[in-house]
């Protein structure tokens, strides 16, 4: 099955510093990628469309200065958290879609990454 | 505006049969998905359903009904391992998905 790899898993990381989270294809190929943040007991809430060769599309009140998207490849995406701050310590989640099962097929997800900003 | 409906939390027996309803108002419909996430996990997907109908899975089973804006997931033979949260997806008619909160699933001895 198409399997999405994502790292880290976990990071703790001092207020003001920037976190690099990448999220990869493994065995298959995707123009779209999805970045969703989820705060404990609480649903998924999408961030940004990550889209290859492109510029990421951002959901309202995402500041994009601040969490700066790369697709740089059909198989992999990467979510910087630039300047993080403690009120960034959250639960981040890539997920993306085979490109060859059309738009309606179900997301595949990274395993997360725990971030905690100290 | 969007929106998706499923209880916050319910609890259930091991060996029970436990139905988690979602009820959704969406602009326009491209499949409803059903899915499974353990505390501090990322989803996995278990069940999609575009038509109108029940598709059955192993112990689990997503019914869907489009003119009443309804899905339920149904659970037989309850593990504990089954505990967890499961989370209703509408795809609309931009192929944009629109999650639910999660309904949290309490497994009893």
């Known amino acids: 099955g198409a399997v999405v790899s994502q790292h880290p898993s976990r990071v703790i990381c001092k207020s003001g510093t920037s976190v690099k989270i990448e999220c990869r294809s493994l065995?298959?190929?995707?123009?779209?990628m999805f970045w969703y943040r989820q705060f404990p007991k609480q649903s998924l809430m999408l961030m940004a469309t990550?889209?290859?060769?492109?510029?990421?599309?951002?959901e309202q009140g995402v500041e994009k200065d601040k969490f700066l998207i790369n697709h740089a490849s059909l198989t992999l995406s990467t979510l910087t958290v630039t300047s993080a701050h403690p009120e960034d310590s959250s639960f981040y989640i890539c997920?993306?879609?085979?490109?060859?099962?059309?738009?309606?097929?179900?997301?595949?997800f990274g395993n997360g990454t725990r971030l905690t900003v100290t | 505006g969007q929106n998706i409906d499923q209880p916050t939390e319910m609890t259930a027996t091991e060996g029970a049969i436990v139905q988690i309803n979602c009820t959704y108002q969406?602009?326009?419909?491209?499949?409803l998905f059903w899915y499974q996430q353990h505390a501090g996990e990322a989803p996995t997907f278990l069940s999609y359903?575009?038509l109108d109908g029940l598709e059955e899975k192993g112990r689990f089973s997503s019914f869907l009904s489009r003119s009443k804006g309804y899905s339920y997931l149904l659970l037989k033979e309850l593990q504990m391992k089954d505990s967890a949260s499961y989370l209703c997806?509408?795809?609309?008619?931009?192929?944009?998905?629109?999650w639910g909160a999660g309904t949290k699933l309490i497994i009893k001895p």
């Open positions: 065995d298959f190929q995707a123009t779209t």
């Open positions: 990550s889209n290859e060769g492109s510029k990421a599309t951002y």
């Open positions: 359903n575009v």
């Open positions: 997806a509408v795809m609309d008619s931009n192929y944009q998905l629109i």
């Open positions: 997920s993306a879609r085979d490109m060859e099962t059309g738009d309606n097929s179900p997301l595949h």
């Open positions: 969406t602009s326009g419909f491209n499949g």
